[in-house]
């Protein structure tokens, strides 16, 4: 067992369980915190590109169908009030922000602020002990 993710003394399966999957909770709201800048940049791009467009347009002399585009779509928000960027910030100060801090302060009280003791475990349980490729931590060379 890796030293570094030793479950604490007198720390049920059930409490590991739980930190467990709030993390896991954690890593999803990551991974959703990814997609929401994939939407900041995808939708800031469709924007500038939206721009682009009007420029042609109106070169190419349809200048009423590039008012248009640029009145209506072009710098217009996603949301009432808000471009992309602001609900970016949104996300990050509210509920990022409150998962993470959660997540650490339940971590810190039940298993003295020790990361991935569940993964740990399992890691311990499924790996082939003394096979090359299942080792406990890196071999060092």
Do not use: C
């Not at 590991?16 to 929401?36: P, S």
């Not at 002399?61 to 209506?72: I, M, N, P, S």
Request: charged share 35%.
């Amino acid at each position: 067992m890796l030293d570094d993710h030793r479950r604490p003394e007198g720390v049920d399966d059930a409490t590991v369980e739980a930190v467990g999957r709030l993390t896991e909770a954690l890593e999803t709201v990551e991974r959703a915190r990814g997609r929401l800048f994939d939407f900041h940049q995808l939708t800031g791009e469709a924007d500038i590109k939206a721009g682009d467009a009007v420029e042609l347009l109106r070169k190419a002399g349809h200048v009423e169908l590039a008012e248009r585009v640029d009145t209506e779509l072009v710098g217009r928000n996603v949301i009432s009030g808000r471009w992309t960027f602001q609900i970016v910030e949104d996300y990050d100060d509210g509920y990022w922000s409150t998962a993470r801090r959660l997540e650490r302060e339940v971590r810190e009280a039940l298993l003295g602020g020790q990361r991935h003791i569940y993964e740990a475990e399992m890691k311990e349980d499924r790996r082939t002990h003394g096979l090359p490729g299942h080792e406990a931590r890196p071999v060092e060379g």
